[in-house]
């Protein structure tokens, strides 16, 4: 699914005006009318509502919602922010015909004296921008939103939560705090980062029939992985294979205290789908492995607690994880780098590996199609400090593209960066998976699909959607709090059901 900016956005509009075609004020009736439905399907007719509005076409769908409300008879009072100036013609035509409805308290808002006191069981209607905001607010503005966020009313932004910027970062602007999103068509960018979950709530994508024609043609930076994406990516096996058919990938992991890691890792890796698995992990570390996973191979370096030379041919497999529970001894650090001066087919570099690399004093040349697996403080250690999340988003596809790699940011939405410069965001997973041994998981999976010949691009896409279906499925089953890792590649089989049956 494409993620678009406000100005695509709005060409969107534009192009279903002239190619349905509709008028302008039928296609904003068109979205007030779904916003009507779902507050119906969800059972919020019982309240009073107080709608808060611009005089932009974000405040028309507000009007638009505060007539149908009328109509269906529920207590509705509206109130406008007055600067002196007429509305958009949509917003005025709107508003003519609200106040054809005199059950409706119509209130214009100049000052902080205008401000209406809210019950709490009010459930306020945030109309006042949208995507149309084009500065922060200030003046009574700002004060009205703090007036909105402090008054114990649920919320419910339309498009986007006022003061929000769907396309770079908010962060220090008042924004109202909504308890539900409901936007129009698709996803928008400020959605899917980190520093605005405390003010969008629960995202609701209403369908407003935009015509999708306009899709086909556009071209965007950013995309959300969906059902589609994964089925046009995922292989199915040909009934005539043999392991041979699926790679052979090796695991380098572990240290004293943290074979768990390897073993995590080494599980994830064959429930992926290889074909052979061999595991390099230290001395005592042979027999937790031969015990835990009689799939794998196991071969030990000769230190008992750390990993300080590889002592086997390397070049015979497909794919190279390395680093869950690896440490960062000097030894273990030299490994690495060894590593990369023999080694040139693609490298899953994950936890201990990146922390090793970002005390050297500048990143090594990767082999092409090696994939970095960081979370936010990893990434940081090796790319630098950046001020909000959009900075990150921006670095990371610059620095995929420089290293000829595909960088795997995890999150709650885990970002993808590419080297083609087209970065991904994953919608499947939950907090539950905020536990220890899950990142290993993950460096396990996608190197397992290396192995089976998936681009290093379709390899990070799917192994993340996966992980995070895996993940809902077992929180479905047992909750999320009582979640631990293993239980996320004990469902594997079944999040890759959900689309390959």
Not at 24 to 53: P, Q
Not at 287 to 292: D, G, N, P, S, V
Request: charged letters at 20%; glycine letters at 8%; proline letters at 3%.
């Amino acid at each position: 699914m494409k993620i678009l900016k406000a100005d695509q956005i709005r060409s969107w509009d534009q192009f279903t005006i002239e190619h349905e075609p509709i008028a302008s004020i039928d296609l904003m009736e068109r979205a007030a009318t779904k916003c009507f439905e779902w507050l119906d399907d969800n059972g919020w007719f019982v309240h009073s509502f107080a709608v808060f509005c611009g005089k932009g076409n974000n405040g028309g769908d507000g009007l638009a919602i505060a007539r149908m409300l009328a109509i269906g008879e529920c207590k509705v009072s509206v109130y406008i922010l007055e600067f002196g100036h007429r509305g958009t013609e949509d917003f005025q035509t709107n508003l003519a015909k609200l106040h054809l409805y005199p059950s409706v308290d119509i209130h214009f808002i100049q000052d902080e004296n205008s401000f209406p006191l809210l019950a709490k069981e009010t459930v306020v209607i945030d109309a006042l921008f949208g995507s149309g905001l084009t500065r922060p607010p200030d003046g009574i503005t700002s004060s009205l939103i703090d007036h909105i966020n402090n008054s114990g009313c649920t919320v419910i932004a339309i498009d986007v939560p006022s003061g929000m910027s769907v396309d770079q970062s908010s962060r220090g602007n008042k924004i109202v705090k909504a308890n539900f999103t409901l936007s129009f068509q698709c996803y928008k960018l400020a959605f899917l980062v980190a520093e605005n979950a405390a003010f969008i709530g629960e995202v609701i994508i209403l369908d407003i029939g935009l015509l999708p024609e306009f899709l086909s043609s556009l071209d965007t930076n950013f995309e959300l992985i969906d059902k589609p994406t994964i089925r046009s990516i995922y292989k199915p096996r040909n009934r005539f294979a043999h392991k041979g058919n699926f790679g052979h990938a090796m695991i380098i992991a572990g240290s004293y205290g943290k074979i768990g890691a390897a073993v995590l890792s080494a599980k994830a890796c064959l429930r992926s789908g290889v074909g052979l698995l061999t595991c390099f992990v230290p001395k005592y570390g042979i027999e937790i492995l031969q015990t835990a996973i009689s799939e794998a191979m196991v071969i030990t370096d000769a230190n008992s607690s750390i990993i300080t030379k590889i002592d086997d041919d390397v070049l015979k497999y497909e794919s190279i994880g390395i680093g869950p529970g690896l440490g960062t001894a000097s030894e273990t650090r030299a490994v690495v780098k060894e590593l990369l001066t023999i080694y040139k087919k693609p490298i899953v570099f994950d936890a201990d590996a990146l922390n090793g690399m970002s005390m050297e004093k500048k990143l090594p040349s990767l082999p092409p199609g090696s994939v970095l697996t960081p979370h936010p403080k990893e990434f940081e250690r090796l790319f630098g400090e950046s001020k909000n999340d959009f900075e990150r988003i921006e670095k990371a596809l610059q620095n995929a593209k420089s290293l000829n790699c595909s960088i795997v940011l995890k999150g709650h939405h885990t970002f993808i960066a590419t080297a083609s410069g087209k970065g991904y965001f994953n919608n499947t997973g939950n907090a539950g998976m905020a536990t220890a041994g899950s990142g290993d998981v993950l460096t396990g999976m996608i190197t397992g699909l290396l192995a089976q010949e998936y681009s290093s691009e379709d390899a990070s896409i799917l192994a993340v959607y996966l992980h995070g279906l895996a993940g809902d499925i077992v929180a479905r089953k047992i909750s999320q709090e009582a979640m631990i890792a293993g239980d996320v590649i004990d469902y594997l089989g079944e999040a890759f059901r959900k689309f390959s049956d």
